[in-house]
């Protein structure tokens, strides 16, 4: 179980194509060196500056930074009261984040199985899995494309659930011309250096619910309500906040994201113009009422490959690629926790064994798109 989690712990060789790369310029360095000079380096102006601007990108009104994406969905499963005995519904195909966000609170996630086009979570089953303790949906828009947000508010409503997007991944994506991030409940993005834009670690939770945000600031500021003093604390909260040079980068890297979504897209098309013809893989499929903001991007090899043989020959050909996502019902502490042994969604577990993440950042060349696209094609053979 090589998953592509694994990277941040494991030391990986070094390739000449990385997986994923930031894009930083002298605006980044100059905005955080001012932090640096100015000397105030937490709770400023730079944090509400990257608030309001984010509010603005996504279209809500209120925009709570926090330390991790982690963060502002443990912040989000807190602040819609769920907790122990009550169940949230939430993909498998995804990062192990999203799951874990709802087991801090004691809560159960019912893991539930990915439409086989997008491999976002599936409406049809989400409704199957509903029970009187079903409290809310966490859905995620896997790799940026938004999930099926008019299926999923249809069942929210008439089901009378809460629905968290964790939309980690999909920074700008759009759905019928609407920013995720916007629907439901709220949102939650992240900034780590492979995401669309980074922070270093960071994240954001949005949202137009004045009850939801109030509740966010307090708990990541160790609880402190908006009128308390430094030292009086209305609830058990965290510190989940960022810091200013983190917000600072936040501020400039938001002010070019159109411009790396759209060279994203570009290097994504390379690979799809590229690939399309190989019948040893599908690449990505994009619907036609949504706009992908592409955080990496992922082939599907044909059944019979073995996609772990694919990633040893490709290294061995100095390019990395990585199996991405692990079903998160299988991973080793969940299996324990909530007895899972495989088998349990069929769907999930056949895409997931033949999913492939491609190097894949803003700057990739057009020869580079060539040599991964080629070492892939002889690899799966
Ligand atoms: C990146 C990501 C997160 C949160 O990541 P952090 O490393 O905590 O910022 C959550 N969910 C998904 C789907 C992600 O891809």
Not at 251 to 265: G, N, P, Y
Not at 316 to 338: D, K, N, S, V, W
Request: net charge negative.
């Amino acid at each position: 179980m090589a998953a592509a989690n694994d990277s941040r712990k494991r030391a990986m060789p070094e390739f000449s194509i990385p997986m994923s790369s930031a894009e930083l310029d002298e605006s980044d360095y100059q905005a955080v060196m001012g932090v640096l000079r100015s000397g105030r380096l937490a709770l400023g102006g730079q944090a509400l500056e990257f608030e309001r601007q984010m509010a603005a990108y996504v279209g809500v009104r209120h925009a709570i930074s926090v330390s991790s994406g982690t963060a502002a969905l443990h912040l989000l499963v807190r602040a819609l009261g769920i907790g122990a005995g009550d169940e949230v519904i939430v993909p498998s195909f995804t990062f192990a984040a999203s799951a874990n966000a709802i087991l801090y609170e004691r809560a159960t996630p019912v893991f539930c199985e990915i439409e086989p086009q997008t491999y976002n979570l599936d409406p049809d089953d989400v409704r199957r899995r509903i029970t009187p303790r079903t409290k809310a949906i966490m859905a995620v828009d896997v790799f940026g494309h938004p999930a099926d947000w008019d299926a999923l508010q249809d069942i929210a409503e008439r089901y009378g659930l809460a629905l968290i997007d964790d939309c980690c991944e999909a920074l700008g994506a759009e759905y019928r011309g609407r920013k995720v991030g916007s629907f439901g409940a709220a949102g939650a993005f992240a900034f780590y250096p492979n995401k669309q834009m980074t922070t270093g670690e960071g994240g954001m939770i949005v949202t137009d619910d004045a009850r939801i945000a109030a509740l966010c600031r307090a708990l990541r500021n160790q609880g402190r309500g908006q009128m308390s003093a430094w030292l009086e604390h209305e609830h058990l909260g965290y510190n989940y906040r960022l810091d200013e040079m983190s917000a600072a980068l936040g501020v400039t890297q938001l002010a070019r994201i159109e411009t790396f979504l759209a060279k994203r897209a570009a290097v994504a098309q390379m690979y799809t113009e590229r690939l399309a013809g190989l019948d040893m893989l599908r690449t990505p499929l994009v619907q036609p009422h949504a706009q992908m903001s592409w955080f990496v991007y992922v082939v599907t090899l044909a059944e019979g490959l073995d996609r772990d043989v694919v990633i040893a020959r490709m290294e061995q050909e100095g390019i990395p690629a990585r199996g991405y996502f692990f079903p998160t019902h299988l991973q080793p502490y969940i299996r324990q926790m909530l007895g899972y042994r495989g088998g349990e969604l069929p769907l999930t577990e056949g895409i997931a064994r033949r999913t492939l993440a491609l190097p894949f950042h803003n700057n990739l060349m057009a020869a580079q798109v060539e040599q991964v696209a080629a070492c892939l094609a002889r690899a799966a053979q």
